[in-house]
């Protein structure tokens, strides 16, 4: 192959979603990885942090070096989490890099929400207007066209995908829209903590942050701008006994009753040119599973008169994360949608 | 202790519900089990159908013989599969014997509706007026003085119990309620299925008959009886990579605001006389491994402006099952009602 | 019961063997516990701690106070780390308590390999010599006079009782033992660890401190006791994705060939006054459900010419640690051997 | 890319190995997919078999019908169970056809010994000097020459893997090789079967087939093969509550005193050629997790004066069944022995 790869770097290679992103990347046929970088106590090879990579990556992974990652690369993936990758963010683009962000730094246009519930002050809202909420199958036009994405989280992926296209139409009762979500382990990052010891989340399932989890505001915003009104979702977070993965059941309310067979058709022509997302046919609906390691959302419908129960799936540290990350970057480098990810 | 024991008989013994009222049973100080039957291909140790008992109960486990089992036991534990368990339920009534019946086939008042969710025709009916449906929290009046019980399914029990306070006040917008339910994989029954091999069903999470499980007219049923009106819930089961657990997520909307604390006082007030139902303080949830093998259901409440969303948690193959069926037996016997259940 | 109940107090409550303990504890109609104590950051119920005692147990958990816990309690479980313990028994007994240590701390007999083995100074050698192994299956004589038990750690209980039979009748060639053991992750304590994380160890199976585990020189001690002279075994300790249990594949050779049967009725012999240990019949192999939560230890045994595979399984908190503690307790205080312990 | 692409079928389609084979072979750069089949009731969609294909794989799963499929594909996978395999093999090599067969009907190159552990007449004993034993490390040199492949078993894999190198310089006591095997659930195939529910085998650990599992022989054949001289193994299985992955521990004894470092440079050499063979550091030991869905056999080694122990992982389905089948074909096609796999 002669033609010459795209160098990308990836800042925080040390958690989840750094970890897949760079097994993605090893076997995408465009770009080569050339820096890989997180916080570490010194310098180790990432074969040594992640033993699967051993005799397939060779670099050492050392602390964030932005003028040294700017000379290596020209694609620079962020995932970090929030709060610090907003200090690093500004100066990769004024360097002239592209980015993709897979923080929540620059998804909330609003800063003020950000501060609400991240609990920080945001020190570069300047950047904000620039970021494009990465989400292809609703913003592809602008992805094409950008050159710093804020990747979406994982539950508004999931739980986005499965209302927009009614959404949008106008069929929804937007006031009681609730989301039922359910991830496996691994969204909650990788980090010593008692609570994510193993046996105390093997064998149990709970709630957490009920109807206060910060992608709360992100699918409200990105719901809201599909409706063109102001939307508030519902939304109750769960962890499952398990390491990836995320089901979300949505319900909500029709205005007026249209048959199954009617909303699968609109949601296939709403994601027609969507090559991730798979409407299933009318009484099957998506396990995790089958999204497992792919860049896929599922999709199953349930309708009982005006009742609607949509079940979306998706893989919380590919399409969640690292795989809509590179999928972004294909969009922005002019290269297949699917390149690299059509397992 | 010179008292005679009461003697019971355990029919459905190889099934886990079987199982777990055995191992209650061992523990408990009033009663001796004198039989264990099911169905086997030939009469076997319970012992060696489940090591956990050798040198603990060395009975035989034969096919139903009811004449025989009339003979060893005067209350008997049915844990028989919905359909089965009414071709054997008459003859001991009429045998004199006191009845636990853990299926589901004299729960439902209404016969057609068992019919229809069943996809059977009721042959006794002429017995469902005396079932008495076995949620202590609900009806310990009436189970005091029965000798015949339909115990709770699973599903219904962490449903009711959730829902019971505030639809019984008359302070839920009826029209609206929705229950989100996970389950551990033993809810599924023991039995031979490729869709419930481990490989099938760890490392996945997916829900299934969404709105159409047969768990939900009982759920009707209990909560129309509540409100002394027609309900029809939204529900929709999951199955979660665990052995044991239900957790239910209950969305309803208020009539008019009401306060976190003022709800669940309410909750409270409601299950004063109650030992197994836990409230938990504001802002606090319930998680499935604090009422393992217990007969606790335990529950936490979020309001969000007219938006509740309550949370249970109970073993389904104790509160769900064997352990409820003991405290009704603990009830009609007239021993303490937390008898061999407080671990 | 007009008895008044023994006062008993748990030391490091606030771990899985002592949150373990408190269960059976409770259960236990002979004591009541007065006092739960552990590394806090500041004192807090423990049904707080652990919500599955709410509405069971409402002390509250401080900091290790020796003279108030003396002052509560007669009977004092220590469920500490190891070095810590020893800070505090000598207290314990100095008051004039009784003791029943989890630790490590009293177990060896030879501070020198301790402190090898442990890589500490041992602070309390003069104890050692009063310290009674408490494996009661080997020492229950000593138990039943003793006030002050080192309670063995959950590796040596499955590997010592499934050797100590043949051993202890010169039938095996000492120089190749060879145990492969395999425990849920309850062993390596509750604290906050990444290594513990559970998307490190879910879908994971791996070897640890292979041939240098600290529970080595603990199974060589009793086992050279058992021979009368010196063993030292090869053992290999694994972690299984789950939370309880161990089994533990054991490997010798015969001096010289003897049949399964004849082996197993030697097993049944040595073991026939333990109520806890269950000798399968041949062909039948014992798995770690079948005693979980219990304290039994289930032993099953292939042979082939000389070579000999035995297999144990013991739940790696109960007979591993909780159980086995309350085995020593009832001993020592003269209570049945299985008081509070036969589910 | 104008190059033709190799036609293949996968005969056996509806199993775990089937299954991830195909998912091996759709992101194969030098091969197409034309055929798929296996026992089904009726012909069904892979894709309806395994949704995970949905969108990837059209065609439809029939039963076997060797013209058509030998007319369709040009070298044919088989995962069928062993008897059945051989029923096939011959008619698809009568046609011309080069044949990996994942059974192990062609393993062992004694009939005699397949008829004792297989418990059937093997009806295809000609073919037996035809079939090259598929494991690349050892046997490359015929495998590129053949047109017949016996994939090797995926407990034999492992445990041949890890003794082959001190087995063939000699350096072994042949008499005492004892390997302790854990695996994976998806091991036992896809089958409706009680004893692989779920609820049986998740929080739980159990050894099985204790020296008597059907793979002893061919690991005793290749390590008799490697020795030149006949060797038996001491061989224990046992199942992991997990999906995928072995690891096996292997116990040896070495014949005179050698360092760590010295057999980890006689491993590195042996496997010198050999891409998927990782011989990881002194003090390192693998984890199953790191050869997840990959090719890799991880290989560490702890010496302790003459016993070695050696801890190898591989994931089942893969290095153990599927993507060992797709390195065979890459040796047999003369494509790059990683094509395909190179995750």
Known sequence: MSKEK?????????????????????????????????????AEKISEIFPLFKGRLDLACDNVD?????????????????KVSMLFVP?????GKKVVDLSADYRLKDAGIYEKWYGAKHTSTGLLKDAVYGLPELHKKEIVKSKFIANPGCYPTGSILGCAPPVNKGLVDTEQIIIDAKS??????????????????????????????????????????????????????????????????????????TGAAELLALYKQFYKGAPFVRILDEGI???????????FCDIGIKVTGKRVIVVTAIDNLWKGAASQAVQNMNL????????????
Chains 1, 2, 3, 4 share one sequence.
């Open 91 to 95: 100066e990769f683009l004024k360097a």
């Open 6 to 42: 795209l160098k990308v770097a990836v800042v925080g290679a040390t958690g989840y979603a750094g970890c897949e992103l760079i097994k993605i990347l090893l076997g995408h046929p465009e770009v080569t990885i050339t820096s890989v970088s997180g916080k570490v106590e010194e």
């Open 285 to 295: 609906f998506p396990e995790t599973k089958d999204v497992y390691s792919t860049n």
């Open 184 to 257: 496996g382990v691994t969204g909650a990052g990788r980090a010593a903590s008692l609570a994510l010891n193993f046996a105390e989340l093997n064998e149990n399932f709970k709630a957490y942050k009920i109807n206060q989890h910060q992608h709360m505001p992100e699918i409200d915003q990105e719901l809201s701008n599909a409706a063109g009104s102001k939307i508030s979702v519902t939304f109750t977070p769960h962890l499952v006994p398990m390491n990836k993965g995320i089901l979300s059941t949505i319900y909500f309310t029709l205005k007026k009753e």
């Open 332 to 343: 922005m480098m002019g290269y297949g949608e699917t390149a690299g990810l059509a397992l």
């Open 66 to 82: 932005v003028p040294a990652i700017s000379k290596a690369a020209d694609l620079i993936f962020l995932a970090l989490p929030h």
